[in-house]
């Protein structure tokens, strides 16, 4: 089937170039325009009794979008100050949108900042309002104004999510390039994989503003799959061009190199990308419409690069592959990867229990793992909203919450004397500061419960559990961020165990039919979730945790955003399987070729270690990008995904797969009778086409230079 669709390209490439060129055109023109459609929610939990309840308080009683401004660094008692401030304050009055604006309140805390609140009138001008009001504003004469909240702050995270994007690209690209410079030794064989990767992101513009068109895309979306497409890209190519660059040293023309290297490096493509694809697609379990997004668009991001390689690679390689060098056959190469196998083979066990061990070490901290929503400290100290946010947590820390209260939806008046008891017995519990009753129809009614802690603290946690287990003679139904964080971590407690079944039987099933082995993909998934909750263990240790988070301009947040677990768990564990293919093609290569259990690991780990390394560094570069990025989520998202691809491409793959691998011997490929006829039938295997002998693997080139 590979050589079916490559074979195609190499004889039609200038048709496969131009088709492609309309696809990284149509990406890089209209698929950027989803940058105007992104959304800053994420979390959401559709059927759950919070958002039910939800859509009913914005139908009965929509709540006006609001922007505050926090005026400090002055006393509040200063003449010109006040006199700038009611100047401002009657000008916004004034203008097209304000419904109102509150009279400035000045700090009780510290007596050096004022807070100004202003209500917009709903409608579609809303955000031009908010921007005509906080222009005005910020122009006090004061040493700080921060002026943000509503869709002020929405906007600031797409800009930041924008920013993101270029900045990590800006430093990544170049690194990545260089890198590639140093592994092929040419600039045409380097520049093709990063001709396939800005290929990959446009298609992942188009992709998500298609997604945009029938969902909400979010801001985090945007980031997490343009890394990825990149960095699989780069990935897919890498291993492409090198084995092209290995079958050239012995195929008597280009198009016979090329059909060698689709067999082989185009088959293992092609099963890592399904891989990947099913691990991402294990997302659309989860009926949060952002992890659901992110699934389906993360999948097809994975389709398209996963067809840039198998199509747009041979056909530039057909018309430019003469201009390629060989790799150059030098004995002893990847003789160090060799060494560290049989090393691991000579103490399997001893390697297998220390290694494991320090993988369950780095994954402890995910025992004191904390999810919330999340707050303005999520983004950098530079933008508004932030500023903002810590202005009122210095000076006016009463005020200082950025979720919002516990909402009761009664199904009674609002002067029902049962309503009234039920006020008393929420004010009673523990946790709740205050609580307000206001009408939200003929015969409904909303208790404002104020918690004393944010949402994602157990006491407003346990707050919403008391609350929704009062006795009541009429419906009660509870929302706000606290209720939507207990009903969204109810809902990821459901499903999960779904979608991690979903995502390892697709595992299993793919890499059975790419290993004819039974035991081999068992062992995968084992091995593949040691170093994801190690990662995921370590981003807790940093970012919620705080220890060396000012290394990274981060700070210890006390949570981790609800996405990253999720996130990390999928991605890391796609391409974890992806690196176990790029081995396994090897290991199964020299099996088939009549080396024993011990010897095809050791020569397969030698034909493969510096390209799993290599593939490693380059995509780790790609994330350690938005590492550099300002949202707090996508650093814990990045450093993450290092972590895995570092853990993977070492500990994993130089240690705890030799030794696993070791201790089974033979039963490594060992199927039932039935499963061996089905795999037989199954007629996966895409063997080389015939052609000359190749030399000896002891002196094959396919490993890049830059490991040796």
């Known amino acids: 089937m590979v050589r079916r669709i490559s074979g195609f390209a190499v004889r039609r490439p ?99 900042a004022l807070l100004i609140e202003v209500t917009l009138s709903p409608g579609d001008g809303e955000e031009a309002a908010a921007e005509a009001a906080a222009q005005r504003l910020r122009a006090v004469d004061a040493p700080t104004v921060a002026v943000a909240d509503g869709p002020l702050s929405d906007a600031e995270f797409n800009e930041q999510a924008q920013s993101d994007v270029a900045q990590a690209e800006l430093f990544s690209m170049p690194v990545v390039l260089v890198l590639l410079l140093v592994i092929f030794g040419g600039l045409l064989a380097a520049g093709l994989p990063l001709l396939i990767a800005v290929v990959g992101v446009g298609g992942t513009f188009g992709v998500l503003y298609l997604f945009s068109i029938v969902s909400d895309v979010s801001v985090y979306a945007i980031q997490v799959t343009t890394m990825l497409a990149v960095g699989l890209a780069v990935d897919y190519a890498l291993l492409m061009v090198s084995r092209f660059r290995e079958e050239r040293r012995t195929a008597p023309d280009v198009p016979t190199a090329i059909a060698r290297t689709t067999a082989t490096a185009g088959r293992t493509v092609l099963f890592s990308g399904l891989t990947v694809a099913v691990a991402l697609a294990g997302l659309v379990v989860f009926p949060d419409p952002f992890l659901r997004s992110m699934g389906l668009a993360g999948a097809a991001v994975v389709a398209v690069d996963m067809l ?214 068992v062992k995968a998934v084992l091995t593949n979730l040691l170093s994801i909750g190690a990662a995921i263990g370590v981003v807790v240790w940093v ?103 570092a853990l993977d491409a070492t500990i994993v793959r130089l240690l705890l797969v030799p030794a696993t691998m070791t201790l089974l011997g033979r039963w490594n490929w060992w199927l039932p009778r039935p499963l061996e006829r089905l795999h037989a039938r199954m007629g996966l295997s895409d063997a080389p086409p015939a052609g000359p002998p190749t030399e000896p693997e002891e002196r094959s080139g396919a490993e890049p230079a830059l490991l040796h």
């Open 308 to 521: 840039a390689a198998l199509t747009l690679l041979p056909a530039l390689l057909a018309l430019l592959g003469r201009r390629i060098k060989p790799a150059r056959a030098r004995a002893g190469r990847g003789a160090a990867f060799a060494r560290i196998a049989r090393g691991v083979q000579r103490r399997p066990v001893v390697t297998l229990l220390v290694t494991a061990g320090a993988m369950v070490l780095l994954a402890a901290p995910v025992l004191d793992l904390h999810l919330s929503q999340g707050d303005p400290r999520m983004l950098p100290t530079s933008t508004q909203t932030r500023q903002m946010w810590d202005g009122l947590t210095t000076h006016f820390p009463e005020q200082a919450r950025w979720s919002g209260d516990i909402s009761v939806l009664a199904e009674a008046p609002a002067d029902s004397p049962e309503l009234a008891r039920l006020r008393d017995q929420v004010a009673a519990l523990p946790g709740i500061t205050a609580v307000e009753v206001a009408p939200a129809g003929p015969e409904q009614a909303v208790l404002h419960a104020v918690p004393s802690a944010p949402p994602d603290d157990p006491v407003a946690q346990d707050a919403v559990t008391a609350v929704r287990a009062l006795p009541a003679p009429f419906e009660v139904q509870v929302a706000g961020d606290a209720a939507e964080l207990v009903d969204y971590r109810a809902m990821l407690a459901q499903r999960l165990p779904w979608a991690v079944g979903l995502v390892a039987l697709g595992t299993l099933l793919l890499l059975f039919a790419f290993t004819g082995s039974l035991l081999l993909p």
């Open 543 to 645: 970012f919620q945790q705080g220890n060396l988070a000012g290394l990274l301009g981060a700070e210890g947040l006390g949570y981790l955003h609800l996405t990253v677990p999720v996130l990390v768990g999928a991605i890391a564990f796609g391409l974890s399987v992806d690196y176990e293919v790029f081995l396994l093609s090897r290991i199964r290569e020299r099996w088939l070729a009549g080396a024993g259990p011990r010897a095809a690991v050791a020569e397969g780990m030698q034909r493969t270690g510096g390209i799993v390394t290599a593939a490693a560094l380059v995509i780790g570069v790609v994330f350690a990008g938005f590492i550099l990025g300002g949202f707090a989520p996508i650093k814990a998202i990045g450093l993450g995904l290092v972590l895995a691809v």
């Open 14 to 112: 200038v048709i496969i170039i131009v088709l492609w060129v309309a696809v990284l055109g149509a990406g890089f023109g209209i698929g950027t325009g989803v940058f105007e459609r992104l959304v800053p929610d994420v979390g959401a939990a559709p059927g759950s009794e919070s958002a039910e309840t939800e859509q009913r308080l914005d139908q009965a009683a929509p709540s006006p979008e609001t922007v505050t401004a926090v005026i400090s660094g002055r006393p509040v008692d200063d003449p010109a100050l006040q006199a700038s401030v009611e100047a401002a304050i009657a000008e916004v009055r004034a203008m097209p949108g304000i419904a109102e604006v509150s009279e400035p309140a000045p700090s009780t805390e510290t007596g050096q």
